[in-house]
């Protein structure tokens, strides 16, 4: 039997290492069928640092781990932090199903082609661990047989159909923690408003109902109307917020004092601007209020919001508007 020469030794090793390369550390731009899409992103997600979603014409958002947790960075504000972790698990769980073009030229009927070019809609997420970018994908058009989202990552040339649609806005307004407060209307003892050019008023809740102070004779209170008063503090989300440094109205607002049954009181400062529905407000926790209501008052304080309409409508009623009299009848 002809013993192996050393020059073939070497060769067999350097098979060997070749192929433990191929089958263990695969090429961060490369795709292989029924294989994880981003596999370097399951072990890493509790070290993950920041996230940016870019999308068409200037929208970006930045997601960033800081110490108090995750933020806007646009807004430097909380962020969601459920959608944070249900995009990177999906992110980190999809799966090839099918490997597409290699071809440039066709990467734009998948939406794959490079961000920023082309006339598809797509979007580029890059993800950090500490300072170093881990992962990042071109997210193209979704497909309808079978479900999946088209993908391409950066460092590869080969696109591939992943296992699910893959869903990342590039809105920040998207990712903002949207709870601002959330007050039960039982706990809330009264509610003094005084709104922009009209008569200021006083709500008191007596039983289950409420009643307005300085009724005149002949005046009633529409009791649907009170109601909407007093459970502003129900539930308030925002829509957006604005930036520290924001210019704001100098008139026109309106200010609803509600004081609750632990001696909390919370001010909602209310005014519209360019057609946004703006809101400031301010906690002041009591003694006995409980540490929901205290983080919200550290996350709202010195910010302006845009909230939802209703609420808004609701903060903002004229006296005129909680009364009837015979006349009406």
Not at 200 to 212: A, C, N
Not at 217 to 245: F, Y
């Amino acid at each position: 039997m002809k013993k192996p020469t050393f020059l073939g030794g070497l060769a067999l090793a350097a098979l060997l290492v070749f192929t433990a390369v191929i089958l263990n550390d695969r090429h961060p731009g490369a795709v292989d069928n029924g294989t994880l899409l981003l596999p370097q992103l399951g072990d890493a997600l509790n070290d993950i640092s920041r996230v940016r979603i870019q999308g068409q014409a200037d929208d970006q958002v930045t997601l960033q781990r800081v110490e108090a947790g995750w933020q806007v960075g646009e807004r430097s504000y909380p962020a969601d932090v459920g959608k944070i972790r249900e995009l990177l698990i999906n992110l980190s769980e999809a799966t090839v199903l099918e490997e597409k073009t290699r071809n440039p030229a066709l990467y734009e009927r998948l939406g794959v082609q490079d961000y920023g070019t082309g006339e598809a809609d797509n979007k580029q997420i890059l993800i950090w661990a500490g300072d170093d970018q881990i992962a990042g994908l071109v997210l193209g058009k979704t497909a309808s047989q079978p479900r999946g989202s088209y993908v391409r990552l950066i460092a590869g040339e080969a696109s591939a159909l992943a296992d699910r649609v893959l869903v990342a806005s590039a809105d920040p307004t998207q990712w903002l923690a949207k709870a601002l407060i959330n007050v039960p209307p039982d706990d809330v003892t009264r509610v003094d408003v005084a709104p922009a050019e009209s008569p200021d008023y006083s709500l008191r809740r007596e039983d289950d109902s409420w009643s307005l102070d300085a009724l005149s004779d002949g005046e009633q209170a529409k009791g649907a109307n009170l109601a909407r008063v007093g459970r502003v503090l129900q539930n308030l989300r925002l829509e957006d917020v604005l930036p520290p440094d924001a210019t704001l109205p100098t008139a026109g607002w309106t200010q609803a004092r509600y004081t609750l049954a632990d001696g909390s009181v919370v001010t909602v400062e209310a005014v519209e601007q360019d057609g946004r529905k703006l809101a400031r407000l301010t906690i002041e926790a009591g003694d006995d209020a409980d540490e929901a209501l205290r983080k919200a008052a550290e996350r709202v304080a010195g910010r302006v919001f845009e909230i939802q309409g209703y609420k808004f409508n609701d903060v903002t009623l004229k006296r005129e508007l909680l009364i009837e009299t015979d006349d009406d009848a």
